[in-house]
């Protein structure tokens, strides 16, 4: 089973970028769907994105669609998100999460392995 570590997260302005990333131990990581959810204060946490085991098929919540980019480079253990044109209505603890199967799901429930998230702000 894979651990992981999200970095990346931080405050910024409306309509600024930034890239999280998920670190992840164990030698099996390649074989997982990864993706990012996201959890604003009083919400649910809903689904980001997520991406196949060998990067080449990704599945993105529609509220984030041509704004977020999810990668994964499996030689190096990481997944990232690459966020651009913030909106205020982004601010959210992130979370990144690992599931064994292939398909490409949006339910949290699906997920067995979590980070500890990491905090996105993003002013107006």
């Known amino acids: 089973q894979v651990q992981l570590v999200e970095s990346g997260g931080g405050l910024v302005q409306a309509g600024a970028s930034l890239r999280l990333s998920c670190a992840a131990s164990?030698?099996?990581?390649?074989?997982?769907?990864m993706a990012w959810f996201r959890q604003a204060a009083g919400k649910e946490r809903e689904f980001v994105a997520a991406?196949?085991?060998?990067?080449?098929?990704?599945y993105y919540a529609d509220s984030v669609k041509g704004r977020f980019t999810i990668s994964r480079d499996n030689a190096k253990n990481t997944v990232y998100l690459q966020m651009n044109l913030l909106k205020p209505e982004d601010t959210a603890v992130y979370f990144c999460?690992?599931?064994?199967?292939?398909?490409?799901?949006?339910?949290?429930?699906?997920?067995?392995?979590w980070g500890q998230g990491t905090q996105v702000t993003v002013s107006s």
């Open positions: 164990g030698r099996t990581f390649s074989t997982y769907t």
């Open positions: 991406v196949g085991w060998n990067g080449r098929t990704t």
């Open positions: 999460a690992a599931r064994a199967g292939s398909a490409l799901l949006s339910g949290s429930y699906l997920y067995g392995t």
